[in-house]
T-cell receptor, first 112, second 110 residues
Framework: DQQVKQNSPSLSVQEGRISILNCDYTNSMFDYFLWYKKYPAEGPTFLIS?????DKNEDGRFTVFLNKSAKHLSLHIVPSQPGDSAVYFCAASYYGNNRLAFGKGNQVVVIP | EADIYQTPRYLVIGTGKKITLECSQT?????MYWYQQDPGMELHLIHY???????EKGDLSSESTVSRIRTEHFPLTLESARPSHTSQYLC?????????FGQGTRLTVV
């Protein structure tokens, strides 16, 4: 049973515009959420995270929003750049269990 | 900057061969993980370790085995490779929350 879900597997966006990626989770014990970026044939690289005590975390062009009541988080990338073209994975864990649960990923294509 | 290394990056091998995928980290992390990932799919945890001499199977059943004799080293072994083992294998380590990943090993069994 998949605990982290990423729908809309692919997204195309014009350079300079905003990319919005969505993630839903089912396990109410999750209290820490992360976004990873992955290029083909490489390992995921950490982008940004958020703890359940917050509803927003911002780091440069990347902002993650958390809606605990809806069990939903989103990643905003603005402005989008061609180098952002990659697969983005949402992941979640909870205190006492450091094992990350991953979604299936969203393919983002930024068109120059 | 994460210091976790996987070798080889790519491996094509015949059915029935024994293989070992190497993973090393220089960050002194106790927690290490092996994930398996196929295109368009989520990362599946196949093994994890919370320290030396500690190994556990993950959520996805795997015919591979692991060992953790040293903190920095977490190799994965397949005794007899099969085409169904073709996948990308990702090693990760964690300081407690989140994880840092190596570059992965793309394994193809022919």
């Amino acid at each position: 049973d998949q605990q982290v879900k990423q729908n809309s597997p692919s997204l195309s966006v014009q350079e300079g515009r905003i990319s919005i990626l969505n993630c839903d989770y089912t396990n109410s014990m999750f209290d820490y959420f992360l976004w990873y970026k992955k290029y083909p044939a490489e390992g995921p690289t950490f982008l940004i995270s958020i703890s359940s005590i917050k509803d927003k975390n911002e780091d440069g062009r990347f902002t993650v929003f958390l809606n605990k009541s809806a069990k939903h988080l989103s990643l905003h990338i603005v402005p989008s750049q061609p180098g952002d073209s990659a697969v983005y994975f949402c992941a979640a864990s909870y205190y006492g269990n450091n094992r990350l649960a991953f979604g299936k990923g969203n393919q983002v294509v930024v068109i120059p | 900057e994460a210091d976790i290394y996987q070798t080889p990056r790519y491996l094509v091998i015949g059915t029935g061969k024994k293989i070992t995928l190497e993973c090393s980290q220089t960050m002194g992390h106790d927690k290490m993980y092996w994930y398996q990932q196929d295109p368009g799919m989520e990362l599946h945890l196949i093994h994890y370790s919370y320290g030396v001499n500690s190994t556990e199977k993950g959520d996805l059943s795997s015919e591979s085995t692991v060992s953790r004799i040293r903190t920095e080293h977490f190799p994965l072994t397949l005794e007899s490779a099969r085409p169904s083992h073709t996948s990308q294998y990702l090693c990760a380590s964690s300081p407690g929350v989140g994880a840092f990943f190596g570059q992965g090993t793309r394994l193809t069994v022919v």
